[in-house]
């Protein structure tokens, strides 16, 4: 998958947002319905496509007395399309506005990364894979464009608990094989995201939703487990820009 245009898809989501909230003002028959009841809960599943960061940056030092040369690798090389969980609940607190909070899990399994040279040697990297449980809270927007169909934008801010990274470094041509290193310690990340999405609404409480949005995720805690290489800094710029796409069923009660 190519890597997107951050600020392409920024302006896109802004532009979005600033449409589906201006819809609100339509909110009639299904606004009242919805405040009759107030409480909500939502399960989705989706991707997390990753369209910034870095797991790990360029830099040049040495191991095992043997020059190495780092080069850039972004999430989108390691770690690809991933998966994305959410499962919260909400109430509305008029017509149109409903708070929120939501648990959110997402997985990425890690590939056999290129990482750079050592001596005269290609220096290869098998990360270990990337997994967060958070909390996000926030606020919805509603606006009806039919009596059954509403679209929405949310913004939202929480906590992503990120789980310890490590890799292992590999060099056939340099005799360096399965060298372990702490790359990253468990952390607790600050998040912010928003999302724009539409609700389909069916004659009983059940209703689906399809949404996509933008979620940026802090840096990890690094770990100077190559302390004196030179490489100390490949870890320094950890903070992550992702575009989720979910789908998934809304109870009211």
Do not use: C
């Amino acid at each position: 998958m190519k890597q997107m245009n951050g600020r392409h898809v920024v302006t896109g989501m802004m532009v979005a947002a600033a449409m589906l909230l201006g819809a609100g003002s339509t909110a009639q028959a299904q606004s009242a319905a919805a405040t009759d009841s107030p409480w909500s809960v939502e399960f989705g599943i989706g991707w997390d496509n990753s369209i910034s960061g870095n797991i790990n940056s360029g830099g040049i030092g040495s191991i095992n007395n043997q020059a190495v040369v780092i080069t850039k690798n972004t999430y989108e090389d390691v770690y690809g399309t991933g998966l994305h969980l959410r499962f919260g609940g909400g109430y509305m607190v008029s017509e149109v506005l409903e708070v929120r909070a939501t648990f959110t899990f997402q997985s990425l399994d890690a590939d056999l990364t290129s990482m750079g040279d050592i001596g005269v040697s290609r220096l290869y990297g098998q990360y270990t894979d990337y997994q967060t449980f958070g909390l996000d809270v926030g606020v919805r927007r509603y606006g009806d464009v039919s009596p059954k169909v509403r679209t929405y934008g949310e913004g939202t801010i929480g906590l992503g608990f990120v789980d310890k990274t490590d890799v292992t470094l590999v060099a056939p041509g340099a005799n360096l094989s399965g060298k372990a290193n702490d790359f990253y310690d468990q952390t607790a990340a600050f998040t912010l995201g928003g999302n724009v999405g539409i609700l389909v609404q069916s004659d009983n409480p059940i209703g689906f939703f399809g949404q996509m949005g933008l979620r940026w995720v802090s840096g990890m805690a690094e770990i100077d487990d190559l302390a004196g290489t030179g490489l100390e800094t490949i870890n320094d710029k950890s903070a992550r820009w992702t575009f989720p796409f979910i789908a998934g069923v809304r109870l009211r009660f």
